[in-house]
């Protein structure tokens, strides 16, 4: 979320000094006239904070400033201090009055962005546009805001490439970031006041990191990030919350649906990343995949079949409540979810090789070595795209 260049947007809640917050103050109406000596201290009743609360969430999630809901309350009839508006405003929405200043949420950002360029092509003067978006939105622009907009300086996407899910183009690179996270990757919202949407693998194989972290990037359109060395695992993560979205944990298969079979050489792609994450190839040349998610699994096996590949499973590996040793924490666990697996027919095992393969360099030549063994290879290996 860095690196974001926001247009102005004109709010009313500019210039208000904020001061220190006094928790003790809560709840407790203050009078604003400053003659409140000797004044009843009163608490608010359940139904002033039921009001106050849905009052905030929605008028704030349309962009208005704590000031504003407070003078709203007011006239309501409910009796609430401005600095009890304030506080809550701020818990709810810390990032309005911190990092990003009084800048609008980004999708509705991007909303107005898209309503303005649309008036503009019908031939309206940026004093109507204005008058136009506050009837639709009730939010009022900066002249200046339209005038940038309109004239193409500036932007609601500035320094995000890719505000939301939608603006994610398909692709193999996006298949196989997909496959990795379905896998052993993580997609999880960091906790606290400024939660980032963090989207990373720790995996032992260099190669491997270094693939993940290329396709990031590209998918991205950022520089890709470093793979950083962990307890002797390669950790690459990036911030992204477009991906958080698409790729949060239980999977949506719905939702990833569209970007994995998109087309053959996505669907590869997609298979690709999650046998590197999740697949192991033994010396005897049988594949596997193994993951928590039977019904992840069950998709899985869908595109393999596609592919011509056949499968069988998903079987039941491990059971719940088996102890497993953890080598880097030196302890003991019991596993808290039945662990399923995916086998590739033998007959299949070529096709699968042909069609998918790894890019983990040890699995690759490991399943080589059985095809081998058993002359089914020749001089020359084929090439992956990926
Ligand atoms: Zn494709």
């Not at 979320?1 to 004109?10: L, W």
């Not at 009313?12 to 604003?32: F, K, R």
């Not at 950790?235 to 569209?258: A, E, G, H, M, W």
């Amino acid at each position: 979320m860095s690196g974001e260049s926001c247009p102005r947007v004109a709010e009313p809640v500019a210039g208000q000094g904020t001061g220190g917050l006094n928790p003790g103050l809560l709840n407790e109406p203050e009078d604003q006239t400053g003659k409140g000596l000797g004044r009843v201290r009163q608490r608010m009743t359940p139904e002033e904070k039921k009001k106050l609360m849905d009052v905030l969430k929605r008028e704030a999630l349309r962009g208005l400033g704590y000031v504003r809901i407070w003078r709203m309350l007011r006239k309501d009839g409910v009796n609430v201090s401005r600095r009890t508006v304030e506080y809550w405003y701020r818990k709810f929405f810390p990032e309005r009055l911190g990092r990003r200043g009084k800048y609008l949420p980004r999708e509705l950002r991007i909303t107005l962005y898209e309503e303005v360029l649309r008036l503009r092509r019908q031939g309206l003067g940026y004093k109507k546009i204005r008058r136009r978006i506050k009837e639709l939105y009730d939010i009022t622009l900066a002249p200046a805001v339209i005038v940038d907009w309109c004239r193409g300086i500036h932007t609601p996407y500035g320094g995000i490439r890719i505000p939301t899910v939608d603006y994610l183009k398909p692709s193999p690179e996006l298949a196989y970031v997909i496959g990795v996270v379905c896998g052993d990757g993580s997609a999880v919202k960091t906790r606290g006041r400024s939660g980032e949407y963090v989207i990373g693998s720790q995996v032992k194989d260099r190669e491997f990191s270094e693939r993940f972290a290329e396709c990031l990037g590209r998918i991205l359109n950022r520089s890709p990030p470093t793979p950083i060395l962990v307890r002797g695992k390669f950790q690459v993560c990036v911030r992204s919350r477009t991906l958080y979205q698409l790729l949060r944990k239980p999977i949506d298969i719905n939702r990833i649906k569209n970007f994995t079979e998109h087309c053959e050489d996505c669907m590869r792609s997609f298979l690709k990343g999650f046998f590197d994450s999740e697949g192991s190839v033994s010396k005897e040349g049988e594949i596997r995949c193994d993951n928590s998610d039977k019904q992840l699994l069950n998709y899985v096996k869908t595109l393999l079949n596609r592919l011509c590949i056949d499968v069988t499973g998903p079987h039941l590996g491990v059971k719940k409540d088996t102890p497993i040793f953890n080598k880097d924490m030196q302890r003991i666990y019991m596993r808290k979810k039945e662990v399923y697996y995916l086998n590739i027919r033998a007959p299949y095992r070529l096709k699968y090789y042909e069609l998918v393969g790894f890019s983990i360099r040890k699995k690759q030549q490991r399943m080589e070595n059985y095809f081998r063994r058993r002359g089914l290879l020749g001089g020359r290996l084929p090439d992956h795209p990926l």
